[in-house]
């Protein structure tokens, strides 16, 4: 059978041959057409996920930091200038055998009761008068005077076994001890109390300071951050024992140009920190030397820090 098309005869199934290769070359074109510009929508899709994706992990980032780039201060190194004094100040953690031989960190900061007792009665015996921060700030700004031999023994943490252990021993010799209270970390297990921390502070012998409330580490914290743990930890203190906190120990000893320039707008007179050296001066009384005691030393060792 033979159909006419433009003027010709054409058979039947050449016209339907040709019909089929028309639509197939017509389909084939399309396809090659729609392939680059499919795969260009999927890549552009892809990459706004990407950056999306992108995005969002660098603002979570920036959230979990709580630092900032201009808030990295450069790290405060205290120099030994203006009026001086000898005056050890020195460090204890943990007053207690350490339940744990595994846990290395706490076997660095702990003594037992016993080394604690003789090293306490060395003080009493050896003529060495206790003394605070309160009666150290005078003397070194301005001049005031300091018993015989002074010495001031610091405590930081706040742990339970100042009680049970270091208390005992201090009232036995009478010594006087300041104790470092990351306020909110009390009332929590291995930590003080509230009331031990006033039935202690009643007996004349235990002073306290401040160790911010959680006890971060200061200089990678926000200034809003900042300013809240140096200024509440002082608040609960002076409020929870109606005496004014002139002093604070940096935790772990970390400080800054900056972290100073805050404890100072927080009302501080001074802070301690942990590089070593017997010497007290008006120049680093933002950030004071102390000598930290190890468990490991034995009498005489003890006797030369002082």
């Known amino acids: 059978m033979r159909i006419k098309f433009f003027g010709f005869k054409v058979p039947l199934s050449v016209l ?32 706004n996920t990407v950056k999306n994706s992108s995005s969002s992990a660098s603002l979570a980032t920036t959230s979990a930091t709580p630092a900032k780039e201009s808030q990295k201060a450069e790290i405060y190194t205290p120099q030994i200038n203006g009026r001086e004094l000898r005056v050890p100040i020195l460090l204890y953690h943990y007053i207690g055998n350490n339940p744990n ?9 702990s003594i037992s009761p016993d080394k604690f007792t003789a090293q306490m009665k060395y003080l009493h015996d050896n003529g060495y008068n206790t003394i605070t921060l309160d009666s150290l700030y005078p003397a070194l700004m ?73 006890h971060y580490n200061l200089p990678s914290l926000s200034i809003s951050s900042l300013d809240s743990e140096l200024t509440e930890s ?13 002093f604070m120990a940096y935790p772990g000893g970390a400080s800054s140009n ?18 070593a050296s017997k010497m007290q001066s008006e120049g680093t009384i933002y950030n004071m030397p102390r000598i930290k005691v190890s468990g490991s030393i034995d009498l005489a060792a003890f006797a030369n820090l002082l």
């Open 258 to 275: 900056l972290v100073v320039a805050e404890v100072q707008k927080a009302g501080y007179l001074g802070a301690v920190g942990t590089w």
């Open 101 to 109: 031989p595994k846990d290395i960190a706490r076997d660095a900061l």
């Open 234 to 246: 002082k608040k609960v203190l002076q409020d929870e024992l109606g005496v004014p906190i002139n």
């Open 16 to 47: 339907l041959l040709s019909g089929i290769s028309i639509f197939l070359l017509a389909l084939l074109s399309l396809q090659k057409t729609s392939t680059p510009l499919n795969f260009a929508i999927k890549k552009s899709l892809l990459t």
């Open 142 to 214: 301005n001049g005031g005077s300091l018993p015989p031999k002074p010495v001031i023994v610091t405590v930081d943490d706040g742990y339970e076994d100042f009680y049970y252990n270091a208390y005992q021993i201090l009232r036995q010799y009478g010594i006087h001890a300041t104790v470092f209270i990351p306020t909110g970390l009390m009332n929590q297990g291995y930590y003080l109390t509230w009331a031990q921390i006033k039935e202690m502070a009643g007996s004349g012998l235990i002073t306290y300071g401040a160790h911010s409330v959680h």
